[in-house]
């Protein structure tokens, strides 16, 4: 069973429409909590249950979400939400964006070796000018929003993979080679 | 015999050469510059004879890659001192290398985002207005329909003029229509009589030709409540006076 408090937590995250922070339920509650803990409890009490809903931790917070098994009813209900995919250049970007930021445009063009639009990605509020590089020519710098750990359901900006896991699994291929020349 | 080519899309240039790099199993740190550069000019030819505009990226990497091979193909000076000269390749592996780390980080948020699509927010999310406009028909009620039509009706431009008809219809004409539609019975119903009318200035000359009967009391007009129907009833005797004096 619930506590009022975990029923209050839950009737918060009901009503917000977009992820509650720590910090904004200890002013609705007027005390010292770990929503991290509670989160926790209705999250176990909601699988006891089988309820179709759970709380996920999104972008710095906790948002009441739907699972994944009911998404074949839903997606029907937002049908064109379905389809839309960010573009294989988009995704590309992201990432140099999330994994180097701040960054410059001329830096993600020289990684890319492509020339990039990035006013797609600002418009659907992904990434957004983090300021300008000290130096000459003051270029604008990048940087991943709070939508863009809402999108890939990300709590915080370090729950993406690191790179050094990505690189591990492309040293797997053809890195033995290199592997075996370093123990030559 | 049918002849299928097919093109791969490539985001650019080190996308390309990715591409002959996993191909055929090339280690990444000791690629064989002079097949590769045959492979990617053949490549570009192709997109040329298919009349695909070529990005000028693609035309830089085909000038890096020639220089690599041309230094490549260039005895070294022997240095006196034995230091390692650098590789040509060196800093087109690095680019090479770089850019694979972030496509492979790409198709890792790839992953990340079609999971996250399984989840939907609990509430509705302002920044996905996505819902098919037919869906919104589910919740209109005739009410709304009512509504809507109001509304448009009302942001049409106004008539600045109006027409007038000059009224054909005489309350006399009238008295005399009431009279025939009497005939035999004793009672008639307004309602009644006003489905034979057609506008809604005979409605108007029909009534007061009824009121000039009630007047000159040839019917006597009674009604049960508000808004009802009017029942008009004959009274017997002052029937001819008022259609001689109509």
């Known amino acids: 069973m619930l506590s009022p408090t975990h029923k209050i937590i839950e009737a918060l995250l009901f009503s917000a429409s977009e992820p509650i922070t720590n910090e904004q339920a200890k002013v609705c509650l007027q005390e010292e909590i770990d929503l991290a803990q509670i989160v926790g409890e209705i999250n176990e009490y909601y699988e006891q249950e089988k309820s179709p809903i759970w709380i996920q931790s999104l972008s710095g917070g906790y948002r009441l979400m739907t699972r994944s098994e009911y998404d074949p009813w839903i997606s029907r209900l937002f049908q064109s939400k379905g389809n839309l995919r960010l573009s294989r250049p988009a995704l590309e970007t992201l990432s140099i964006i999330a994994y180097k930021q701040p960054v410059t445009r001329t830096e993600i063009d020289s990684i890319r070796g492509v020339t990039t639009v990035l006013k797609p990605l600002i418009e659907k509020n992904l990434i957004e000018t983090k300021g300008r590089q000290e130096g000459p020519g003051r270029a604008l710098l990048y940087g991943t929003t709070s939508h863009f750990l809402e999108y890939f359901g990300l709590a915080t900006i370090k729950d993406l993979p690191k790179i050094k896991e990505i690189e591990e699994i492309m040293h797997d291929e053809p890195g033995e080679s290199v592997q075996e020349r370093e123990q030559a | ?246």
Request: aromatic share 10%; glycine share 2%; net charge negative.
């Open chain 2, 1 to 246: 015999m049918s002849y299928h080519v097919k093109l791969d899309v490539f985001e650019g240039p080190l996308d390309l050469l990715l591409f002959f790099i996993k191909r055929d199993e090339i280690n990444i740190y000791d690629i064989p510059i002079s097949y590769i550069t045959s492979e990617y000019l053949q490549y570009l030819e192709l997109m040329k004879s298919m009349n695909l505009q070529l990005a000028g990226e693609f035309i830089y990497m085909a000038s890096l890659l020639m220089r690599i091979k041309a230094q490549m193909l260039l005895p070294h000076d022997i240095n006196e001192n034995l230091e390692e000269i650098e590789d040509p390749r060196t800093e087109l592996v690095q680019m090479l290398v770089e850019y694979q780390q972030y496509k492979m980080a790409s198709e890792t948020l790839r992953n990340l985002e079609e999971n996250q699509q399984h989840y939907h927010p609990v509430s509705a999310d302002p920044e996905t207005p996505s819902i098919d406009p037919d869906l919104f028909l589910w919740n209109v009620n005739l009410m709304d329909l009512g509504v809507m039509f109001h509304k448009l009706i009302e942001t049409l431009p106004k008539p600045t003029y109006y027409e007038v008809d000059q009224i054909r219809m005489s309350i006399g004409q009238q008295i005399r229509f009431i009279h025939s539609l009497f005939g035999e019975k004793s009672r008639l119903r307004f309602f009644e009589i006003a489905k034979q009318l057609k506008n809604r200035v005979e409605v108007v000359v029909t009534f007061l030709a009824i009121l000039e009967m009630v007047k000159s009391e040839v019917v006597h007009v009674s009604q049960k409540d508000i808004y009802g129907d009017i029942w008009l009833s004959k009274i017997k005797t002052k029937v001819q006076d008022a259609v001689a004096n109509a």
